[in-house]
């Protein structure tokens, strides 16, 4: 059974800064495209940070600049380097992965969310 387990959310002062990580567990073939979406309470999930290849690094505009998505296919692990901070950051963070848990077979995964709040 596939899961995605996030860490690394906590409370911080604006300016800063956070890792999130998101680790992949279970039986896949590899990670296809992922994300980082955040959600405030009576909100959309609003897409924050997609790798959907290795030449295409998707920012949404608010976070240009201050937020750095990575991946290691090998060890099955997706982050969010998340730097100056800001109250409006405040969210919880979800990680998305599209597996390829067979050769051309994909299925779309969620992990259960990680508080991040910035506030002095």
């Known amino acids: 059974q596939v899961q995605l387990v996030e860490s690394g959310g906590g409370l911080v002062q604006p300016g800063g800064s956070l890792r999130l990580s998101c680790e992949v567990s279970?039986?896949?073939?590899?990670?296809?495209?992922v994300a980082w979406y955040r959600q405030g309470p009576g909100s959309q999930r609003d897409m924050v940070a997609t790798?959907?290849?290795?030449?295409?690094?998707l920012y949404d505009d608010s976070v240009k600049g201050r937020f750095t998505i990575t991946k290691d296919d090998a060890k099955r692990m997706v982050w969010l380097q998340m730097n100056s901070l800001k109250p409006e950051d405040t969210n919880v963070y979800y990680c998305?992965?599209?597996?390829?848990?067979?050769?051309?077979?994909?299925?779309?995964?969620w992990g259960n969310g990680t508080l991040v709040t910035v506030s002095s």
């Open positions: 790798i959907i290849s290795q030449s295409v690094i």
């Open positions: 998305y992965v599209l597996v390829e848990y067979s050769p051309q077979k994909y299925q779309p995964f």
């Open positions: 279970g039986s896949i073939f590899s990670m296809d495209y």
